[in-house]
């Protein structure tokens, strides 16, 4: 496991967070050389993955409100598959089941070599509407 969690170390990458535009997503991504066939390996790189993501998400938005968040899995055939929930809150329960769903229903037996976890923030014109009284 040792090497495994290295090589996900050095495969991190991350898309740029912002504050504002719901069209620009937080991401962070684990890719690694060797690809992964076991359930097991997927889940463990997601609680590898959650606690960045969270961290930096937290610096934009402290009370972690999104409009969605989701999962991607790239095959070794170079195909890959996103899957999204609208979520109003960062939730890494929720997260972890849609990425299982993701990989039993769309794997295919196909190896993964990328696994991402990422977020769309709340757009902040609907932020103002839903905060003004009547």
């Known amino acids: 496991m040792a090497a495994f969690c290295g090589s996900v170390v050095r495969g991190l990458t991350s898309a740029t967070l912002t504050a504002n535009g719901c069209e620009n997503p937080s991401a962070w991504n684990a890719r690694w050389p060797e690809d992964i066939h076991h359930w097991s390996e997927c ?3 997601i609680e590898r993955l959650y606690p960045e ?3 930096r998400l937290a610096k934009v938005k402290p009370d ?5 968040q989701g999962v991607k899995l790239k095959f070794d055939d170079f ?8 979520w109003p809150r960062l939730n890494k329960a929720d997260l ?9 229903e769309r794997r295919g ?5 990328l696994v991402g976890l990422h977020v769309t923030l709340l757009d902040p014109q609907m932020e103002r509407q839903l905060v003004l009284g009547l």
């Open 43 to 45: 889940e463990a790189i």
């Open 53 to 55: 993501l969270e961290r």
């Open 64 to 68: 972690l409100l999104i409009a969605r």
């Open 79 to 86: 195909q890959q598959t996103t899957q999204e929930h609208v």
């Open 96 to 104: 972890i089941a849609t990425a299982r769903k993701t990989w039993d």
């Open 109 to 113: 037996g196909r190896g993964v070599r």
